[in-house]
Each structure stands twice: as C-alpha cells, then as structure tokens.
C-alpha cells in the first residue's frame, strides 16, 4: 500500500508525479465499469434530464411532476420511497433515490453529509439502512441511490478509504443482485460543505477501485468539483467510467447555469455526451428568478 495521503497537499496537486505516485491507482486506465442506466428510461443517443426536488419547495411535488414533460424533464429525484407513485403517475423516473437516514445505537443521526459511511462504528446502522433503500429502489425499478462519505473530523484520507470501502463492500452483494448503483457524491469543502472528504475525485476515483463493484459510483456534481478542483471536461473525460451521474449548477452562488456564471455548460454538456454516457444529468441550481422558467431554460442549454 503506498503512503497515506496527504489531505492539502498531495490532492491539490494531483498532476504531479508526486501525487500521481501516492494515488498510484487513482488514474489507472484498465479497470471496465459499464455506466448505469435507469431501467424505466427509454434508449437515447444522448443523455436523460432530471431535476432535484429540493430546489423547489415552493412547487408541489405533484405540481413539478405534472409540469415535468413539457420542461423537458424524464426524471425528479432526490425523493424517498413515499413519493415515487407521485411522479411514476406521470411516466417520470427517479434518477437518484434520496439517501435514508437512522440512528445509531448510541444516538448519532448518520446517512447524511457529515456522517456516513468513513466510520466504523456507523456501518452496522447504515448497512440496515441501505438494505431496505436498496429494496425499495428496485421494486420501483429504479436503479441510483445516493451516500456520502461523512466528514473528516480529523480522519485521515487514507483512513478513509479504507473504512468507506469496508462498509460499502457490505451492501454491494444486495446491490448487484438488485441492480440498485450506489453513488458516492462529490461535494466541495471549501464554501458548502466545510470537512467533507469525498471532495475531490481522485479520491472518489480510488474509492471506487477499492470497493471493486460495477454497481458502486460517482455523483459528479459540477458546481462542487469547479470550487474544488476545476479542469472539469478534462476530468469527466478521464473519470467517466466512475461516474454514473451528473448534478449542475452555477458557479459563484449556486444559482441559475446561464451567462452570470462561470461554467460553459454547453461545452461541458458535449463532453458529457461524448464519453457515451446515456444516464442523467440533473439540475441542482437554487433558482434566483421564476424557477420553472430558470429550470426550462438550463435544460435547453445542456441539451445537446
């Protein structure tokens, strides 16, 4: 095993060939993980749109899932298993479960952001979490679940790692035989989510070769990984076979993807194309203006 990484240093300079050298397997190019497709969405030469319903709670659930299709929408997500006969009613998908969350014998709230799956001494919770989420996922044929890694707290990267691939290994057995990929989300820790360790994707990228399962993944989220790291088309390209799902964004401020940001969503929507993924890409942009027209208009724009 090489040397424990080293949080500040070594991922903020991962194109060097010292980082390179401590990520020995972060880039490794013979791996093969197909991408993962939702199963109640129709075959496309391009990718799917889906928006998440947190950005919108001011408009029904109903109300967004009625008015979905003539925005351009095949999925809304980030909802719980209580909501999916809602949008099914409306021939919609959803391309990412929301996370479950419980408590811990001990009292701690974990399946969320700060606490997840980099602690030991969660694991038993989650796994009982995620074995039901798991289920209900696949009987609606749904086939993306979102998790976290939790945050530091002083925990090494390498540490890490390794707690992240020991509790995800256990549910990975249910999750191939259910078809249910679970997606690990990229967040910045530098303006949104202060500590989180799943921050940058070299680091998703080797947690992925660890737990060593087609149905274990990446949630690039655009908006996060500009903050974090930046160079996105050059690493979607690189990393696209780890990444079975996309969330926007705009960047300063997280707001609508249009002109007053700055991240070519165009550009960047032709590289997502170009690597042959047919999954979703999702809207995740906190409206400043009338949001279904913000949501109409970001969706032409990535639509490619």
Known sequence: MSSPITRRTALRTLASAAAVAS???VRAADEKIPAAMPTATPASDSFHHSACK???????????????????????ELINPEDFTTIQKYSLVCAMVNFPTGKTPQGVTVGGITKAFN?????????????KQIAATASAGFTNLICF???????????GLENCAIGLKRIMDLAEKSKVTICMELLNSKVNHKDYMCDHTAWGVELCKRVGSERFKLLYDIYHMQIMEGDVIR????????????HTGGNPGRHEIDETQ???????????KATGFRGFVAQEFVPARDPL??????VKLCTV
């Open 23 to 25: 990520l020995s397997r």
């Open 119 to 131: 602690r030991l001494e969660h694991h038993d919770t989650l796994v009982e979490l995620y074995t």
């Open 235 to 246: 690493t979607i390209q690189e990393s696209n076979k780890y990444i079975a799902h996309y």
């Open 262 to 272: 700055e991240l070519n969503y165009p550009a960047i929507s032709r590289a997502i």
């Open 54 to 76: 947190w950005c919108y709670p001011k408009i029904s659930l109903d109300d967004l899932a009625r008015d979905a299709k003539d925005l351009g929408l095949a999925s809304i």
């Open 293 to 298: 027209t913000s949501l109409r208009a970001a």
């Open 149 to 159: 890694s939790g945050n530091c707290e002083g925990m090494s990267d390498q540490q």
